[in-house]
């Protein structure tokens, strides 16, 4: 035996050399999945199934590994990983590579075993599935639970049907049947249903087991044609029913030691046509025995008590069987290996047949135990006692709930007084007043003994001539029924007695005591003299019942007997039923509340009062078939006038023709034991049970040589056939040997082709290998060649930008050194200014000084006014000029701003004309340096000028001889003069100032608008430059 560790490995062989499994264990190889960590450990295999093939297998251990088993091709890979235990597995879908597994979170997936991938994912359980069935087309599939069971459509994995039932009862197992549309479901109570899968419309129900061999179903099994159920349970008997005939044929009885039986499955065989005759049985034990359900042979085991078998799965070709040990490893045993001895000309069989008994063919008569080489006798059974679980059914009224109450103290008068009044009793105490009427006597041991003979053989087969629907009632008239003929021999020859007996069975199914004793009373006093003429109708209690209508209604009678209606078909047909078929419950209630309360008689008077009540609707009647539909179906009549004229009839009939002269009054039942009831003619009975006990006992011989000529008829057939087809299997296998022999050859070829081819593919793989490192070095090299161009670049634009920074610095360096030498002017001509002021505020005092002593009074007024006259005068000239310039500022700053945003709209679509425009700006500052130095040149020049007159006046202040007066004169014009020119000098040099300031000004504006134009320029050079280089990158 070759055992194999799949370990953390995720594909591998199964087996290293060819297995050569022995023909004591049969196994091929054994498997295991172990862990490698620091403590290893044995994860168990849970769950296994075959696909469609037989070859291939998939298995699933706790920790939701589910690994792919490829027995032919000596493989096995990991499929899936669930991360959680599977349930169920089903491997044979139409999808050949596709498998279904139920998880432990209630959720059932479909994976691919070829892609490891998820194909769908089915919900809709509330518990554990522990079974999955996939039909014969792999179409559908049943998915079962504890609580339900759903079917789903696998083509879009839509749930189509989900079946609900009480959780009282429990699904046990919900399962297509091979090669056809049935479904079979077992519920925990053993009752099978088949139902279509197309309308799922129920075909048929199985019967109830037999009593004698009653167990509760766990396992079933199905042969491949889909005709014979196996089904098991805990205990060592095996049920065999033919789903065709929907009966059991056979009980096989297991070996003492097996208890219990776990597991059932058929064993395939290729020339059996699918009607499998191999049954594996796998017992508490942990023993697999494979049972022949035929000949009842144990052919071989798989399994010990030391290595027990958990679950086990047969592949459809039956070849190999996979087998879950207890040890949570699995085996793959060879069904080829464990059958050698079996395949030998089979010896002849013995088998002893016992003679039947006297009593009707029983369950015993069906079981076989199995024996390894014995003949052993057919096994006795107990009574022949159908037991089956029925639902409780609900009847109208709580009557029920008084069945079993007992009351005494009840006075009969004043109930007949209560009845007239009422016309009914109370229904919550119809059934304890009718106990009390009655007197029933309870006699609860002698019930019990007419209870424990059985169900009478007259009425084993009641459901084929009264079919009740509900199996509780028909069991309960089926025991009271049979407790009356226990009781006296006459009522199992009474073919009237079921229809006389049901209301009250119906009525007291809760309490078959009260039912029987009821019964026997009725037959006891208001059926007296019935049985004297038997087995004929009661002419007596006819003939009362004709006298009593023809007293008081000769016209219907003579009808009656005008068209030869007589009263063996107005009157007995009412009295056999009791009126249950012409009465509804409640007018049949209120009529035997009635009846109870009376003499006997009281029911033949309500035959005669039913016909005179309806004797309308009878004298229209002419035919005999509407009389006898008449009276045996409901009529539109009211039952309370129906009463009240039977009371009317007891008052008014005769003595000399009324029926209770005839009759005794109500006799109750003795306390302890029941009366003997003889009041028929015990030789007519008793020649009828004779002969009918005479024929079943002929029937019965012939039919047991018959079964024995049949029996040893298949016997010799089936000799017949199992040598014709062992020595054509030998031929057959003779024939696979030569062929396999054949395939092996063609193997190795192919082998051989196979690793040339490969060869050659490992060539190609090189050679491509080659050029593809080939065109990832080119490529490399074109990518180190393309991020050195990149580095290139980057270094020419920072080369660029640094150029440009030198040239701003030159340029902003270049206009420092002209801020610095206007600067310098400034303050040269500045100082020159102040020295002109200086020299001429000198020369004025000294000129005042002179002209002081003469004009100081009369000049000094003057003066002064004319010197505020003009200097207000230039402050408002000033102020003006100054206001003018300021508003020119403000406009020039506008304008600025103006141009400045047309500039910079401008710059982003023509970098031309901002060039030019640069130019000519350029050259307008030129220009205005050109001005401003000339402005510099003349004030220069008048300031030199200035001052040159200024010290030539100074040195020569009276080179012209002039009168005093007149001196006075010139000096006093010249005064005006001088501080006229002295005003206009200040002047000048605010205004030189103002107009400097201003140039500073526009100067500063100007570098920075042009730096703002340099920069936008270059940003825009750069991002033309990127958008050029990006398409270049992108194609590299």
Known sequence: ??????????????????????????????????????????????????????????????????????????????????????????????????FLVALADYSIKCFDTVTKELVSWMRGHESSVFSISVHASGKYAITTSSDTAQLWDLDTFQRKRK????????????????????????????????????????????????????????????????????????????????????????????????????HLEFLPDSFDAGSNQ??????????????????????????????????????????????????????????????????????????????????????????????????????KSRENRIQTRILKQDLAGSFENKENELSDGLNKKRLQILLKGYGEYPTKYRMFIWRSLLQLPENHTAFSSLEDKGVHVAFLNLQKKYPIKSRKLLRVLQRTLSALAHWSAIFSETPYLPLLAFPFVKLFQNNQLICFEVVATLIINWCQHWFEYFPNPPINILSMIENVLAFHDKELLQHFIDHDITSQLYAWPLLETIFSEVLTREEWLKLFDNVFSNHPSFLLMTVVAYNICSRAPLLNCSLKDDFEYFFHHRNNLDISVVIREVYHLMDTTPTDIH????????????????????????????????????????????????????????????????????????????????????????????????????????????VKEMHLQDATRRRFLKLQQDQREMELRRLDDELERKNLIRNQEAVAKEMREDADAFRRKVDLEEHMFHKLIETDQTQNQKTQKLIEEDLAKAEQACLNADWRIQALHKQRCDDLQRNECYHEVARLLRENRRKETEVLNAMMGEEAKKWEEAKEKDFHLKSEKKASALADASRKWFLEKEINDALEHAEHPYRKAVPRYQNGQVASSCSPRASQLNAVSETDSATCISLNQRRIQWDTMERDLMERVRNLRQRLAAQARNRCQMPHLLAT
Not at 279 to 296: A, E, H, K, P
Not at 668 to 694: C, H, S, W
Request: hydrophobic letters at 35%.
């Open 659 to 766: 029926p209770s002269s005839m009759l005794h009054v109500v006799v109750a039942l003795t306390k302890g034991q029941y009366p003997v009831f003889n009041q028929y003619p015990k030789f007519i009975v008793d020649y009828q049970t004779q002969e009918r006990e005479r024929i079943r006992n002929d029937e019965l011989d012939y039919l047991r040589e018959r079964q024995m000529v049949e029996d040893m008829q298949a016997e010799v057939d089936q000799q017949r056939v199992e040598d014709e087809a062992w020595y054509q299997k030998q031929e057959l296998l003779r024939k696979a040997e030569e062929t396999r022999r054949e395939l092996l050859l063609q193997e190795e070829e192919k082998m051989v082709q196979q690793r040339q081819r490969l060869a050659s593919v490992k060539r190609e793989l090189k």
């Open 1 to 98: 035996m070759q055992s194999t560790d799949l370990g953390n490995k995720e594909s591998g062989k199964l087996w290293h050399r060819k297995p050569c499994p022995a023909a004591r264990d049969g196994i091929i190889v054994n498997i295991i999945h172990s862990t490698s960590d620091y403590l290893p450990k044995v994860l168990r295999f849970l769950n296994v199934a075959f696909d469609s093939s037989g070859d291939c297998l998939i298995a699933g251990d706790h920790q939701g590994n589910i690994y792919f088993f490829d027995l032919y091709g000596n493989r096995f890979n990991l499929v899936q990983r669930t991360a959680q235990a599977c349930t169920a597995l089903a491997f044979n879908l139409r999808r050949k590579s596709e």
């Open 163 to 262: 079946l609900n039932i009480l959780q009282s009862v429990g699904i046990q197992k919900v399962f297509f049947l091979p090669l056809s549309n049935t479904i079979l479901s077992c519920f925990r109570d053993n009752s099978i249903f088949a139902w279509e899968c197309d309308t799922l419309s129920c075909r048929y129900q199985l019967p109830a087991p037999p009593e004698s061999s009653s167990i509760l179903y766990k396992v079933f099994a199905v042969t491949r044609d889909g005709r014979i159920l196996a089904a098991g349970g805990k205990s060592n008997h095996l049920h065999l029913w033919c789903l065709e005939a929907k009966q059991l044929f056979r009980i096989i009885q297991m070996p003492t030691k097996v208890r219990a039986i776990r």
């Open 278 to 379: 191999v049954l594996g049985v796998l017992s508490q034990d942990g023993i697999m025995r494979f049972v022949n359900i035929q000949t009842c042979k144990l052919l071989f085991e798989i399994g010990s008590l030391d290595e027990g078998i958990s679950s086990s799965v047969i592949s459809p070709h039956g070849r190999y069987i996979a087998s879950i040990m207890e040890n949570g490893s699995l085996n793959i045993y060879s069904v080829q290996a464990l059958t050698q001895e079996i395949n030998k000309p089979p010896p002849p069989l013995v088998k002893v047949i016992e003679d039947l008994p006297k009593s009707k063919l029983n369950s015993g008569d069906l079981k076989m135990k199995v024996t390894t080489g014995r003949v052993q006798r057919p096994a």
